[in-house]
């Protein structure tokens, strides 16, 4: 019998567009109190009107290029409650539009900020509301990856911006295997998801001008993974499948996350 969300908790970041607010309506619909972040107040507003006429919401608001923002949304979240059955880190950034190299808020290369040094400050943060052999963290990867190379992480030589957001997704997936692993004794699962290629999302038509497949599509993949019994593991939409062989070089991960402890030293909760 398929378990049922009605009544879990649900955070969905980057809920307010594309495959996070489909997610959002879809679980919303099914019973789940789900918790929406965004960026823009406005958006966040609007969708709160539009799904409480359906279920349960509410609204944070944080810019994932401010890891001070995404450190204060989650001590709200922290103050807010005292569970969080699942949490699905979806926020991202494409390759950009243009190929000029961009900075955080924080002096860090955009991506890489975006794409996985917020999901970790707000996973990390968050990892005390979560219950023990019930709960799932989902990290929304990509099919698109490549090698960091640590030599030149913050890519101050020869920017691409596709490159960057494929290293970022790498990032994403080495700290799912990490965090799986440390989190295995406390039977809370960790896995990251490539849930479509180019979905026709507002980011995608802008950068590529083409879509391959559907925002339905790519829920249909997440919603998938809200019981799966497997951790550690990244997933091709709905099937286990194999990241780049870097992701499960031990010692590249362990030199990943020490660089990224390092970065987030002042935002992570004691």
């Given amino acids: 019998m398929k378990e049922s969300i009605s009544g879990k908790k649900i955070l969905i970041t980057g809920a307010t567009d594309g495959l996070g607010k489909l997610v959002a309506k879809h679980l919303v619909a099914q019973g789940a109190v789900v918790l929406l972040h965004g960026r823009n107040p406005e958006k966040g507003k609007?969708?709160?009107v539009e799904l409480s006429k359906v279920g349960e919401v509410e609204y944070y608001n944080a810019d994932y290029s401010s890891l001070k923002e995404v450190k204060n949304m989650s001590e709200v979240i922290l103050k807010d409650h005292d569970q969080i059955d699942i949490l699905i880190?979806?926020?991202g950034i494409g390759k950009g539009k243009?190929?000029?190299r961009e900075l955080s808020q924080d002096g860090i290369e955009l991506r890489f900020e975006v794409n996985?040094?917020?999901h970790v400050l707000l996973t990390e943060n968050l990892l005390p509301l979560l219950p023990e052999n019930t709960a799932s963290i989902i990290n929304v990867a990509s099919i698109g990856q490549e090698l960091i190379d640590f030599s030149n992480l913050m890519l101050e030589?020869?920017?691409?911006g596709f490159f960057a957001y494929k290293q970022s997704k790498t990032a994403l997936i080495m700290y799912t295997i990490e965090l799986a692993n440390r989190l295995k004794s406390r039977g809370i699962k960790v896995n990251a998801i490539h849930p479509a290629s180019l979905m026709n999302t507002k980011m995608v038509t802008e950068e590529w001008d083409y879509s391959l497949t559907t925002v339905e599509e790519g829920a249909d993949a997440v919603e998938s993974l809200l019981f799966t019994p497997k951790t550690?593991?990244?997933?091709?939409?709905?099937q286990p499948s194999k990241a780049i062989s870097q992701v499960y070089n031990q010692s590249a991960r362990k030199k990943l996350m020490k660089i990224t402890m390092e970065l987030l030293?002042?935002?992570?909760?004691?």
């Fill in 98 to 100: 243009i190929q000029v």
């Fill in 232 to 238: 550690g593991e990244y997933f091709d939409r709905k």
């Fill in 157 to 160: 030589k020869g920017y691409e």
């Fill in 116 to 118: 996985y040094l917020s």
């Fill in 46 to 48: 609007a969708l709160v």
């Fill in 265 to 270: 030293k002042d935002f992570i909760q004691e």
């Fill in 89 to 91: 880190n979806n926020v």
